[in-house]
């Protein structure tokens, strides 16, 4: 350190002059301008044995010196004796022959500091010091701070005179840090181990202090501000700060912050700006000072903290989201398959299904009531997986899990956010019940948007939506049924079908497709899996008032397992003829259709957190207001269908011969019976359904007869006959019974009345039947 010290002179020597001057001492006096030893200022001429043991000089205490400066270069103005006879010579101050020192003429200094330590005396001829005073001083160096007295003393041949003065010597260097490092790395989690590094050696440069032994006691400041991560608001205070700031304990506070969340606070802010709260931030100085002794002839001596060196370290680490961790997302692959066995069962043909970013699933309801019941339930961390992971080169310890640093939110069609653990979240609806007048309609079909984002401490890391796309199952339908049954001969006037000419039965054919009651009408419902259907006949005698209904048959059964499941069938239905011979005979075929509906299975019988209770569970369409009053539910549709049969045909008198079987048939079909195919036959309890397949013909008959096709089609009912009949001219011949030869044959009739046995035959008028007379048959009118 450089010392700078005060040296006080005050100088008397003018006032001196004058009073010995007017004393009659002529040789006091101001030396002229060719008198070289007269430019020494101030000049005092000391006269022997007159002034001793004075102040001479005495100045502020603005001036200074330096410790280690000399005392010739302190510029302190000390006075240069001078004497009227100096040395063997006798010559006056102009005496040049002064060369040396001696015990008769010299000039003497010396210092002396507080603890009487003498510095010097130097000693010098008068020659010497009165041209060279600096030169003479500076043997006098001043290597510590303190007050010095300062004299100097003339002695000539015969006496001595001196006087003295003060020097102030101050500490005016102060003490410098060493070294203060700089940190100039990356300011991120990843560079933790270095920040740590760096804290230490500036904690460590702070001590290391450059100094010129002459210190003062330490008076040094010291400030900080410190802020750890999740507050807003920073802490500032003097000293050093209480803990490191990057230190095991700092990085274990602060790290922790990371594991909270905003949502407690901010869970509906759009976009919470949380740079404040992520910012890790430390900052120290230290402003390096000392007590100095301020040393002062006049005033005494004072001391003041004084000194300008810093040391700073300011690091504030701004943490970002991608430093803390990153997600993935998707929908499982379970789901995915049961979005496609949803829309595979849609009539949906070329429409675009996205599997990776929507799921549809199905209600097991045919109309959105607004009810709970008609929601799809499921935990939406069933429907998307998310998946946590630290980033590559992570500065977070091994023991901080990803999944605890991430937090989710979502909401519904971007209503209110909802915080979310898909570790432990609960079923939602979709639709919701309370807000569906106001979902997305997609086809027909709600679709609700679920918007999901994914947060850490410090900042979003991912948003993305799930599509939940919703529909409805179609509603069974009768409506078609009706015209399903279409009967072989046509209808006559009052809505009844006839029997078939010359036979007491009337034929039917049901065509029938799966479709025709679970219709696949709607691309925005699904339809379900059809399980089976079960068609049924009642037949029975059409009275007024109506005759009790009869014990149905089984007439027709398909289920899934079935290699067809359509049906295209004929069947002949009798008139009634036990226990009496009815007018009319009225059926009703009943057909009842089941289906599975669909069931949202993640797996063939594997629910995730989907709701199963209402797999099976049916909401009852409205009755349709058709006669045959069928009832349809969600899963079960019973149509229903009456059709009356009655015998067109009108009784002839005399008519041709018909074949005759006698004897025992052995209850083979006779003439123009069922041979092959299904007959329906009632009593008055019970309908049963006769599978007839045997294909023979009573054999007691003549002409001999043989199981004719009625029809072309593979499924046409077969009666015996002589020969077959086409279709075509069956319907024609009907047609024939109901024309003007009729009442011919009723005038016939009248002449046979006196015929003891009535024979009743039925006669073919149609000319091309003529030619088949032997074809028709005899039955007694009185059995």
């Known amino acids: 350190m450089r010392i700078t010290a005060v040296l006080a002179v005050a100088t008397a020597y003018s006032g001196l002059v004058n009073v010995l001057a007017q004393d009659g001492h002529p040789m006091l006096r101001e030396l002229g301008e060719t008198e070289s030893q007269s430019q020494l200022v101030p000049a005092l001429m000391f006269l022997a044995n007159t002034i001793t043991n004075n102040v001479c000089w005495v100045k502020s205490d603005s001036v200074k010196c330096n410790v280690g400066t000399k005392l010739g270069d302190c510029g302190l103005g000390i006075p240069?004796?001078?004497?009227?006879?100096?040395?063997?010579?006798?010559?006056?101050?102009?005496d040049q022959s002064i060369n040396s020192a001696n015990a008769k003429a010299f000039v003497t200094i010396k210092a002396t500091d507080s603890s009487n330590n003498v510095l010097g005396p130097l000693r010098a001829t008068w020659i010497s010091y009165a041209t060279g005073p600096t030169g003479v001083q500076n043997g006098i160096t001043f290597s510590k701070p303190g007050l010095y007295d300062v004299s100097i003393s003339a002695s000539d041949y015969n006496a001595e005179t001196y006087c003295s003065g003060c020097v102030a010597v101050v500490d005016n260097t102060r003490p410098t840090f060493t070294s203060c490092p700089v940190y100039t790395d990356v300011k991120k989690l990843s560079a933790l181990e270095k920040l740590r590094a760096f804290e230490t050696s500036y904690d460590s440069a702070l001590s290391i202090i450059t100094s010129n032994g002459w210190s003062g006691t330490d008076c040094s400041s010291q400030t900080y501000t410190v802020k750890d991560l999740g507050v807003a608001q920073s802490t500032s205070g003097t000293g050093n700060t209480p803990s490191k700031c990057f230190d095991k304990s700092a990085q274990d506070r602060n790290l922790a912050k990371l594991k909270t969340s905003f949502f407690s606070t901010d869970l509906q802010t759009a976009n919470p700006d949380l740079t404040s709260k992520c910012t890790w931030q430390c900052t120290k100085s230290k402003l390096l000072k000392e007590n100095v002794d301020a040393f002062k002839c006049l005033s005494g001596t004072t001391s003041t903290c004084e000194g300008t060196a810093t040391c700073g370290m300011d690091v504030s680490v701004s943490v970002t989201q991608p430093e803390i961790a990153t997600i993935s997302h998707s929908i499982p692959t379970a789901v995915k398959e049961a979005s496609k066995r949803v829309t595979d069962n849609l009539d949906a043909t070329g429409a675009a299904f996205n599997?990776?970013?929507?799921?549809?699933?199905?209600?097991?309801?045919?109309?959105?009531?607004?009810?709970?019941?008609?929601?799809?339930?499921?935990?939406?961390?069933?429907?998307?997986?998310?998946?946590?992971?630290?980033?590559?080169?992570?500065?977070?310890?091994?023991?901080?899990?990803?999944?605890?640093?991430?937090?989710?939110?979502?909401?519904?069609?971007?209503?209110?956010?909802?915080?979310?653990?898909?570790?432990?979240?609960?079923?939602?609806?979709?639709?919701?019940?309370?807000?569906?007048?106001?979902?997305?309609?997609?086809?027909?079909?709600?679709?609700?948007k679920v918007n999901i984002q994914a947060w850490t401490a410090c900042g979003m890391i991912e948003q993305f939506s799930v599509d939940i796309t919703v529909y409805l199952h179609n509603s069974l339908d009768c409506s078609k049924f009706p015209s399903l049954i279409t009967g072989v001969q046509e209808?006559?006037?009052?809505?009844?079908?006839?029997?078939?000419?010359?036979?007491?039965?009337?034929?039917?054919?049901?065509?029938?497709?799966?479709?025709?009651?679970m219709p696949v009408q709607e691309s925005s419902k699904v339809t379900g899996t059809f399980e089976k259907i079960e068609c049924t006949v009642a037949a029975k005698e059409e009275t007024s008032p109506a005759a009790a209904d009869t014990t149905p048959a089984t007439l027709f059964t398909r289920a899934k397992t079935d290699a067809v499941t359509s049906i295209n069938e004929d069947f002949a239905v009798r008139l009634v003829r036990n226990p009496t011979t009815s007018q009319k005979t009225s059926f009703t075929l009943t057909c009842t259709v089941t289906r599975t509906l669909n069931s949202n299975l993640l797996a063939d019988g594997v629910y995730g957190s989907e709701d199963s209770s209402d797999v099976y569970s049916v909401i009852p369409n409205p009755p349709p207001t058709s006669p045959q009053a069928s009832t349809t539910t969600l899963t079960t549709a019973t149509c229903r269908n009456t059709i009356t049969v009655t015998d067109c045909e009108s009784p002839v008198l005399d008519g041709p011969s018909e074949p005759v079987c006698t004897g025992n048939c052995n209850n083979d079909p006779g003439f123009h019976e069922v041979c092959n195919g299904p007959l329906v036959i009632s009593t008055s309890a019970v309908t049963t359904v006769s599978k007839i397949t045997s294909k023979r013909c009573c054999s007691n008959c003549s002409p001999t007869m043989q199981c004719k096709a009625i029809g072309t089609s593979a499924s046409a009912i077969s009666r015996c006959g002589t020969t077959a009949l086409p279709m075509a001219e069956l319907v024609a011949e009907e047609e024939e019974n109901f024309s003007g030869e009729t009442t011919t044959a009723l005038l016939g009739a009248s002449a046979m009345i006196a015929v003891v046995a009535l024979v009743v035959v039925k006669r073919r008028a149609h000319a091309a039947a003529r030619a088949k007379e032997n074809e028709d048959a005899y039955y007694p009118l009185l059995e």
């Open 355 to 448: 599997y990776d970013t929507r799921v549809y699933r199905s209600v097991q309801c045919s109309a959105f009531d607004g009810t709970d019941k008609c929601t799809f339930k499921s935990k939406l961390s069933d429907l998307v997986t998310v998946s946590a992971s630290k980033p590559t080169g992570s500065a977070l310890p091994n023991d901080y899990k990803a999944e605890d640093l991430v937090f989710y939110r979502y909401n519904l069609n971007g209503g209110t956010w909802v915080e979310w653990k898909p570790s432990s979240d609960a079923a939602l609806s979709f639709p919701n019940p309370s807000i569906v007048s106001t979902l997305t309609t997609l086809n027909g079909a709600y679709s609700q």
């Open 491 to 517: 209808k006559r006037s009052g809505g009844a079908y006839c029997s078939l000419p010359g036979s007491d039965f009337a034929i039917f054919n049901m065509n029938y497709k799966v479709g025709d009651i």
């Open 80 to 94: 240069v004796p001078s004497d009227n006879y100096v040395d063997n010579g006798r010559v006056n101050k102009f």
